[in-house]
C-alpha cells in the first residue's frame, strides 16, 4: 500500500504516460493505469527505447515517483542525463591482472585520443560486478561530451586505475534537439518542480561551456549552451543494467 501518497503517484504516471506518443502507447500501460497498478506502470515506462521524444521532464518524473515509492531511482536519472547529452554505449573487457568493477556508482578515468584521459561515469549491463577478463556491455556518462564528440563507432578507447581494460564504442546516439521539446500545455507545476531534479542534481556537465556563469553553482548553474553533435545511431538499447 502507499498512504497517502497514491494519488499524488498516481497524477505523476499519468502525466508521464501523457507525454507517450500514442503509437508506441500500449494496451498494457492504460490497462494497468486503470487498475491503479503504480508498480507496473513505473516499470512499462522506463522501458520505452529510443531518446527521441523522451524528454528530461519525462525522465524526471519516474526519478520522483520511484522515490515516492521507496524505489531506486537511479536508472531514471541516468536516462534522463542521457536524454540531455546523448548515449554512449561500450563493449567493456577487463584486464586479467584488473579488479573487479561495480556495475554502477564507478567514474574512472578513460583514454580517449592516446594523449588525453577523460572522466566518465560508468554503468554495466546485465551484471552487477565485472570481473577480470571478462566482457560486458556498458553505458557511459561523460563529464565533458565535447571532449569526446570525436569518438565514433568501431573506435577503442582505454580504461585506467585498478580495473583497466579496453572499451569498444557499439552505439552513439544523439541528444534530443531542443526543438524537439514538450509542447507548452506539457508544462504543468509537476514538471517545474521536478525538472531542476534531474537537470542540475544528476551531474551532468553542459555540452559547451557557457561564456559566463558556473557549472557549480547552487543557486543558477549554467545550463548548455549548444548540444554536442553525436553519430551512427537513431536509438538507444532500452536494457536496463542490473542494479545489485
Not at 528530461?56 to 526519478?63: E, Q, S, T, V
Amino acid at each position: 500500500m502507499l498512504g497517502r501518497h497514491d494519488g499524488e503517484i498516481g497524477e505523476l504516471l499519468r502525466f508521464a504516460a501523457s507525454m507517450v506518443p500514442s503509437e508506441v502507447r500500449g494496451a498494457d500501460l492504460l490497462d494497468y493505469l486503470d487498475l491503479e497498478e503504480w508498480e507496473l506502470v513505473l516499470q512499462l515506462l522506463g522501458e520505452f527505447d529510443g531518446n527521441t521524444w523522451q524528454t528530461p521532464r519525462f525522465w524526471a518524473l519516474l526519478a520522483e515517483v520511484a522515490t515516492q515509492m521507496d524505489q531506486d531511482e537511479a536508472w531514471y536519472q541516468w536516462r534522463c542525463v542521457e536524454s540531455i547529452q546523448g548515449v554512449l554505449r561500450v563493449e567493456l573487457t577487463l584486464a586479467v591482472d584488473a579488479e573487479p568493477l561495480r556495475a554502477r556508482g564507478e567514474r574512472p578515468l578513460w583514454d580517449v585520443t592516446g594523449r588525453q584521459q577523460r572522466v566518465a561515469a560508468l554503468w554495466i549491463e546485465s551484471k552487477p560486478v565485472l570481473n577480470p577478463g571478462e566482457r560486458a556491455t556498458a553505458r557511459l556518462r561523460p563529464f565533458v561530451p565535447p571532449a569526446w564528440a570525436h569518438l565514433i563507432r568501431g573506435d577503442m578507447i582505454t580504461l585506467h586505475g585498478r580495473s583497466p581494460g579496453t572499451a569498444k564504442i557499439i552505439e552513439r546516439v544523439p541528444p534530443r534537439p531542443e526543438s524537439a521539446a514538450a509542447p507548452r500545455h506539457c508544462e504543468s507545476s509537476w514538471a517545474q518542480r521536478i525538472r531542476p531534479r534531474c537537470e542540475y542534481a544528476c551531474g551532468w556537465l553542459p555540452s559547451e561551456r557557457s561564456a559566463t556563469g558556473s557549472y557549480s553553482s547552487g543557486s543558477r548553474p549554467v545550463g548548455p549552451a549548444a548540444a554536442t553533435i553525436w553519430l551512427n545511431s537513431s536509438s538507444a538499447s532500452v536494457r536496463r543494467p542490473v542494479s545489485r
